[in-house]
C-alpha cells in the first residue's frame, strides 16, 4: 500500500544551518493497517508525513502509493488518493461556505468537473444521514456556514470529508491535538468507527503516548529522522506508557532527556 523507501530530507542543505529532518528512512504500511507515528518536537514526524501527502518533496528516496511512484507528484495530484485531517479545526474546511459545500467540494475530489452547478438533492440526503450518525445535530445545519462550528464540530467535519471519497490513504496530522481532552476523545472514537467501517490505510501522527498505545495497529516511534522503535498491536497493548519511556530510554543509548511532558500527557 504505502511503501517509503530511504527517504532523507534536509532543510538548508549546503549551508551551515542544514538539519537533516529525515534520515535515510524506510517504512512499508500494509493494506488497512492502522499506524501511529510517535515523537519529540524536531523528531521529523510532520515532515515525513509531509513527504508522503506532497507538501514536500524528499531529497532522496521514494515514495510509493498503491503501487504508484509518486515522490515526485505535487500535493494536487495525491489529493484523489490522500484524505488528510490536519492539527488545526480551522485547516480543514472553508469558513465562508456553508457546511453542504464544504462536503460537495469533498465529495467530487479526484472526480471530473462538469458544468452543473450547485448541490443535488441527492447529495444534500446523503450529507444529511452521513451527519446524523455523528450525533453533533449537523444534519439541520447543512447551510450554516463552516466558520460558525466549534474546534470539535469543524474537525469531526474535515474527518468526514476526508474519508467521504474512502481514500487509498488517510492522513491525519495530530489531529487531535487542538482539542480539551473530552472533544479529542470524540473524535478519536469517530476516527476509529470511520477507519474500520472503512478499513482504511491510516498514518496518525501523534504527540500522546497514551493515544498511540490505545489507537492503531502498529506504533512506530521516530528520533532524529531515524525510526527507533517499530511495535506490532501484541507487543504495544501489553505496555504501559512507563513500560514505553524505557523503551524508548533504551533506545538508540538512551533518549531520556528528549521526550518532552507532551508524549506522556495529554
Given at each position: 500500500m504505502l511503501k517509503i523507501r530511504r527517504i532523507s530530507k534536509y532543510f538548508g542543505k549546503g549551508t551551515v544551518n542544514e538539519v537533516a529532518a529525515i534520515r535515510n528512512l524506510s517504512l512499508e504500511v500494509r493494506p488497512g493497517e492502522f499506524v501511529c507515528v510517535i515523537g519529540s518536537n524536531g523528531a521529523g514526524?510532520?515532515?515525513l508525513l509531509n513527504c508522503v501527502s506532497g507538501t514536500i518533496i524528499p531529497d532522496e528516496g521514494e515514495v510509493l502509493l498503491d503501487g504508484r511512484d509518486v515522490t515526485r507528484w505535487p500535493e494536487h495530484e495525491r489529493a484523489a488518493l490522500i484524505g488528510r485531517v490536519f492539527q488545526d479545526?480551522?485547516?480543514g474546511t472553508c469558513a465562508s461556505m456553508s457546511i453542504e459545500e464544504n462536503l460537495a467540494l469533498a465529495n467530487r475530489r479526484g472526480k471530473r468537473r462538469t458544468l452543473a452547478r450547485g448541490l443535488k438533492s441527492a447529495e444534500r440526503a446523503l450529507f444529511a444521514q452521513i451527519l446524523g450518525k455523528l450525533d453533533l445535530?449537523?444534519?439541520v445545519r447543512l447551510g450554516d456556514p463552516a466558520g460558525l462550528l466549534s474546534g470539535g464540530q469543524r474537525q469531526a467535519l474535515t474527518l468526514v470529508m476526508a474519508t467521504l471519497q474512502r481514500p487509498t490513504l488517510l492522513l491525519l496530522d495530530e489531529h487531535t491535538a487542538a482539542l480539551d481532552p473530552k472533544t479529542a476523545g470524540l473524535i478519536m472514537?469517530?476516527?476509529l468507527e470511520l477507519v474500520e467501517r472503512d478499513k482504511l490505510t491510516t498514518f496518525?501522527?501523534?504527540h500522546n503516548?497514551?493515544?498511540a498505545l490505545n489507537y492503531g495497529d502498529r506504533l512506530v516511534m521516530i528520533?532524529?529522522?531515524e525510526i527507533i522503535l517499530d511495535l506490532g498491536r501484541t507487543e504495544k497493548e501489553r505496555l504501559t506508557v512507563g513500560d514505553l519511556l524505557d523503551h524508548f530510554n533504551e533506545s538508540k543509548n538512551g533518549l531520556g532527556g528528549v521526550l518532552n511532558d507532551?508524549?506522556?500527557?495529554?
Amino acid at each position: 500500500m504505502l511503501k517509503i523507501r530511504r527517504i532523507s530530507k534536509y532543510f538548508g542543505k549546503g549551508t551551515v544551518n542544514e538539519v537533516a529532518a529525515i534520515r535515510n528512512l524506510s517504512l512499508e504500511v500494509r493494506p488497512g493497517e492502522f499506524v501511529c507515528v510517535i515523537g519529540s518536537n524536531g523528531a521529523g514526524k510532520t515532515t515525513l508525513l509531509n513527504c508522503v501527502s506532497g507538501t514536500i518533496i524528499p531529497d532522496e528516496g521514494e515514495v510509493l502509493l498503491d503501487g504508484r511512484d509518486v515522490t515526485r507528484w505535487p500535493e494536487h495530484e495525491r489529493a484523489a488518493l490522500i484524505g488528510r485531517v490536519f492539527q488545526d479545526p480551522l485547516s480543514g474546511t472553508c469558513a465562508s461556505m456553508s457546511i453542504e459545500e464544504n462536503l460537495a467540494l469533498a465529495n467530487r475530489r479526484g472526480k471530473r468537473r462538469t458544468l452543473a452547478r450547485g448541490l443535488k438533492s441527492a447529495e444534500r440526503a446523503l450529507f444529511a444521514q452521513i451527519l446524523g450518525k455523528l450525533d453533533l445535530g449537523l444534519e439541520v445545519r447543512l447551510g450554516d456556514p463552516a466558520g460558525l462550528l466549534s474546534g470539535g464540530q469543524r474537525q469531526a467535519l474535515t474527518l468526514v470529508m476526508a474519508t467521504l471519497q474512502r481514500p487509498t490513504l488517510l492522513l491525519l496530522d495530530e489531529h487531535t491535538a487542538a482539542l480539551d481532552p473530552k472533544t479529542a476523545g470524540l473524535i478519536m472514537d469517530l476516527t476509529l468507527e470511520l477507519v474500520e467501517r472503512d478499513k482504511l490505510t491510516t498514518f496518525m501522527i501523534t504527540h500522546n503516548m497514551q493515544q498511540a498505545l490505545n489507537y492503531g495497529d502498529r506504533l512506530v516511534m521516530i528520533h532524529n529522522g531515524e525510526i527507533i522503535l517499530d511495535l506490532g498491536r501484541t507487543e504495544k497493548e501489553r505496555l504501559t506508557v512507563g513500560d514505553l519511556l524505557d523503551h524508548f530510554n533504551e533506545s538508540k543509548n538512551g533518549l531520556g532527556g528528549v521526550l518532552n511532558d507532551r508524549l506522556v500527557l495529554g
